[in-house]
């Protein structure tokens, strides 16, 4: 017994150590944003190439980066927002791209690589995925019976402290972002968006604090089903978020109606961006994927399914109308002018901002 | 004798594997620094090129905490409301867990298998399904609603009530099954004495029961307050905005502002703060029934 359990142990050994010298192993460590794929994405991958997805999700870039940082995540391709990008590729955080087994780099939209390459120098380590905008997605039959005339295409919906007040029974939300609440704020009342000065900070919770009163929570991903059902009316979110809330409320048939605003003063523009960590344990299968996410059909199906812009200019052809002339999704070019980048912060800047958030959620 | 050495060292070996070692650990990134790097700290100990051994510890995390009062509030916030749960824990578990110890054997497994059936259920899920239940538009309002006791419905999420109810529910069996195990060893035998001698079963309880039941109460208490005052997840999920607890600073320390070495100190003066202090009473007391 003792003997055949051996005989056993040893040719297990062998063929571990025969696959690892021969070539990468037949998976690959996905870690993705949940619901930013399309259904059959990965299957269709899994099916051309066989290999073995692990699939995994987050919902914050913040959980993300602490796994990156941590070291030995185990993750082949991830995707983070490209502020974070910017800092994780100071720490040593990802692998540089092998330009040569991505075929499909032409399809890339040049535009974007360019504002991208913004956070990462001549894009070496980061494709760009999906972008959007954050701005505010709001309940459009209980805003007309509150408030006829509500600013619906402003910012005021947010931040004019008497505008909230007057829809505050309703339920309004903000992102738990504060680099993004800070920026947006701060193009509204003029600012520069990516200012890391103590005084705009001061600003930023001077302001805040008047609209608290009647602010219900702040959360990044519960205002999708909020918004659908009708729990709230007013949540700034991100667009493809606010999207499939709009989505969810249509397919629940309550009679709620879901309209997403890009502010005419200009809001955050992101990108997110698919990257190789340094420590990836498959990276071969890594690039094979990512030239894949690459394919103009694949990325518009993606498209299609979450409601983001791509930033695959090759994809559009392939884009539904439905999605592509939508001006929430794809905006037009003078509202394109409008949106400003969030920057990574300093960490100084980040403290300062981090504990005015804080004392502007919990009033300490 | 050989294997009494072994027997007590197996729980020390366990103490210094799973929480000596960690400890070490965290404390060790408490005294350095953070920087932009992976993992995001400076390390500590540093061999120069000729085997010299630099190391860099400092406090100013430490003193850190002390500077901003918000560390201080959210410790005291924490104690305040997981103070608060436990003493609902006690108040609801221990009728239960008197009634259980008071029926039959038979009865008695079926109601504790009913007390430790709920964790046969994701924790995260049981926390998702009181949102279901306390919304504006979930089963109480509907019905308070449909009723006509209220005009609109009561806010009961995103505030603490709804906090507390997440931790006095989430922990309750913590409190029912040590209380449980004291009351079933209780002689009933005991209490018969005392109605014979002409006692009243409430003074009976008080000066027989209660008394003889109060190291369950304590352990019962301890395993609800503990993990209470570290709690990140009710909060999150149940809590509102201004809920500001020692989990939710830690996790900003930790996640937002990137500081691994201020998120530790943070832990670490929790440690000191609310849990030392609690489990040497706890030694203290034990020693001395023990006497």
């Known amino acids: 017994m003792l003997r055949k359990l051996m005989t056993g142990c040893a040719a297990f050994i062998l063929i571990t150590a025969a696959g690892v010298a021969s070539a990468e192993e037949m998976v690959l460590n996905v870690y993705n944003w949940s619901d930013y794929i399309a259904e059959d994405t990965i299957a269709d991958f899994e099916e051309r190439t066989g290999i073995k997805v692990n699939y995994d999700v987050f919902d914050s870039n913040e959980v993300l980066e602490a796994k990156l940082l941590a070291g030995n995540s185990g993750y082949d391709v991830v995707v983070p927002a490209a502020s974070f990008l910017e800092r994780q590729i100071m720490a040593g955080g990802f692998a540089r791209l092998d330009r040569s087994r991505l075929g499909n780099w032409g399809n890339l939209d040049a535009t974007i690589l360019e504002r991208v390459a913004a956070h990462d120098p001549g894009n070496e380590h980061a494709v760009p995925y999906m972008w959007g905008t954050t701005g505010f997605g709001y309940n459009v039959g209980k805003v007309e019976a509150i408030m006829s005339d509500a600013p619906t295409g402003s910012w005021r919906m947010l931040f004019d402290p008497d505008v909230v007040a007057e829809l505050a029974d309703c339920g309004v939300t903000l992102l738990d972002a504060p680099t993004e609440v800070f920026a947006n704020l701060m193009g509204y009342l003029g600012r520069d968006p990516n200012s890391e000065s103590p005084e705009d900070v001061e600003l930023f919770e001077e302001h805040l604090s008047k609209i608290r009163p009647h602010i219900r929570y702040f959360h990044s991903s519960q205002n999708i089903n909020d918004l659908a059902n009708g729990e709230i009316c007013v949540a700034m979110g991100w667009s493809g978020d606010m999207l499939i809330a709009r989505d969810r409320a249509v397919e629940a048939g309550q009679g709620v109606e879901i309209a997403y605003t890009i502010p005419e003063e200009g809001a955050v523009i992101w990108f997110d961006n698919l990257a190789i960590p340094s420590d990836a344990p498959h990276p071969e299968n890594a690039h094979l994927f990512l030239d894949y996410m690459m394919e103009a059909e694949v990325a518009a199906a993606i498209s299609n399914y979450v409601f983001y812009a791509n930033a695959n200019g090759a994809s559009l052809p392939y884009v539904d109308d439905e999605v592509k002339s939508d001006p929430s999704i794809y905006p037009s070019d003078a509202v394109k002018e409008n949106l400003f980048a969030d920057l990574a912060d300093s960490p100084a800047f980040t403290r300062l901002l981090t504990r005015a958030w804080t004392r502007v959620k919990t009033g300490q | ?291």
């Open chain 2, 1 to 291: 004798m050989r294997w009494r050495t072994f027997a007590i060292a197996v729980p020390y070996l366990w103490l210094l594997l799973f929480f000596l070692a960690p400890f070490a650990i965290v404390l060790k990134i408490a005294l350095s620094e953070a920087m932009l790097a992976r993992p995001p700290y400076a390390p500590l100990f540093e061999w120069g090129p000729d085997g010299s051994l630099a190391v860099r510890a400092s406090l100013q995390n430490f003193l850190f905490l002390l500077r901003d009062d918000l560390y201080w509030k959210a410790y005291l916030n924490s104690a305040r409301i997981a103070l608060i749960s436990t003493a609902f824990c006690l108040i609801l578990g221990y009728p239960v867990a008197y009634g259980i110890a008071r029926s039959s054997p038979t009865a008695r497994t079926v109601l504790l298998m009913l007390v430790i059936l709920p964790f046969w259920t994701s924790f995260l899920l049981r926390v998702y399904a009181w949102i279901g239940i306390l919304k504006n538009n979930g089963p109480i309002n509907n019905m308070l609603l449909a009723i006509g006791i209220i005009d609109e419905p009561i806010t009961m999420m995103q505030t603490d009530f709804a906090v507390y109810v997440g931790i006095v529910y989430a922990y309750l069996p913590f409190m029912i099954l040590p209380l449980f195990a004291r009351l079933v060893r209780i002689d009933h035998t005991l209490l018969e004495a005392a109605a014979d001698l002409g006692c009243r079963p409430l003074r009976a309880f008080l000066t027989v029961t209660l008394p003889l039941s109060l190291p369950g109460i304590v352990a019962g208490s301890l395993l609800v307050f503990i993990p209470a005052v570290g709690e990140f997840v009710i909060p999150a999920l149940l809590g509102g905005p201004d809920t500001l607890m020692i989990g939710r600073v830690l996790w900003d320390e930790f996640f937002a502002n990137r500081d691994w070495p201020v998120a530790s100190a943070v832990a670490i003066a929790a440690l000191f703060l609310l849990v030392i202090p609690i489990t040497v009473f706890q030694r203290l007391r034990a020693d001395q029934e023990g006497a």
